[in-house]
């Protein structure tokens, strides 16, 4: 979301009898802008991070459903899924935190919130990789501990022995619930955004502002729709996959996993809607590339 909303649009109105200085308001906004440009980069490096390390985790998976090695099948069920999941709840933490991150911007901009500074933002990033790493290594140990030396028959879940399988099913069942909390918040900031936005639209009569905020309405949206296309098919499928037997929730748990790998293709778009730096990137290696190519 390239622009910052302007503060007459929250703070003035045709009533106000003071005009305010708006050489100090466009400087204040400009600080603010280049403060949540940094914050956004740094969320927006970390949702890159958790892309990449998932690419990295296909050919494993892959290679895991198109052999019988014994050994791949341990590398995977072990290693490979742990790394997987990582990656997939890191993709959708990190995607609430950057609507969280546009949202005060859109509400507040004249002001910086601790999650658009750069400092808290690293910290938020850090402790958002640990918490999850800290789940997935107690998976992880109990599966080296009492399942390395068996033999993988159909899936990773014929493997667990009981006390893994109950740490299996726990750690799901708190992944969805981080999941549902990750929806209902992005539902809430696109809804509050969207309200905000019509105040503003109700009390500003220029056309660029009018554009500017109907922009970062869409933005928004682009943002809850990818996740919803991408993660919501899934975890309706999780937990009954977890919790039944039935084949048949086998093959929709592949198939919407598919759809969450997708996340990996769509979030470039976020990268580029949301973030001036990585457009501003993007013009400057085609205007490199043009001159290249005329000299």
């Known amino acids: ?110 002001e910086t919130h601790a999650l658009q500074t750069v400092r808290i933002a690293r910290y938020i990033s850090i402790g958002t990789w640990i918490s999850l790493l800290a789940m997935s290594s107690i998976y992880l140990i109990l599966f ?43 539902i809430f900031l696109y809804w509050k955004t969207l309200q905000k936005i019509r105040e503003a639209q109700l009390s500003t009569q220029t056309i660029s502002s009018s554009h500017k905020l109907n922009k970062s309405k869409r933005n928004m949206l682009v943002l809850v729709v990818v996740f919803c296309v991408c993660f919501v098919p899934y975890h309706l499928v999780r937990l009954p996959y977890v919790f039944s037997s039935d084949c048949t929730f086998n093959i929709l748990k592949e198939l919407t996993i598919l759809l969450s790998v997708l996340n990996v293709c769509f979030d470039p778009v976020i990268y580029f809607i949301f973030c001036k730096a990585f457009r501003d990137q993007l013009r400057k290696k085609d205007l490199q590339t043009s001159s290249e190519n005329q000299s």
């Open 1 to 110: 979301m390239e622009s910052t909303v302007s503060a007459t649009v929250f703070t003035t109105s045709p009533r106000d009898k003071i005009k305010p200085n708006m050489t100090n308001i466009t400087q204040a906004s400009c600080g603010v802008t280049e403060r949540v440009q940094s914050s956004i980069m740094v969320y927006m490096k970390n949702l890159a991070a958790a892309d990449f390390f998932l690419c990295l985790c296909l050919p494993l998976r892959i290679a895991h459903n198109a052999t019988y090695s014994i050994t791949i099948r341990h590398i995977y069920c072990s290693f490979g899924a742990t790394a997987f999941y990582i990656n997939m709840y890191a993709s959708i933490l990190f995607m609430d935190i950057i609507a969280a991150n546009r949202y005060l911007k859109i509400v507040r901009p004249l």
């Open 144 to 186: 080296l501990q009492t399942s390395w030396h068996l033999d993988p028959k159909f899936s990773c879940e014929s493997l667990h022995s009981y006390n893994l399988r109950v740490v299996y099913k726990i750690i799901h069942c708190v992944s969805f619930a981080v999941f549902v909390f990750v929806l209902m918040s992005l």
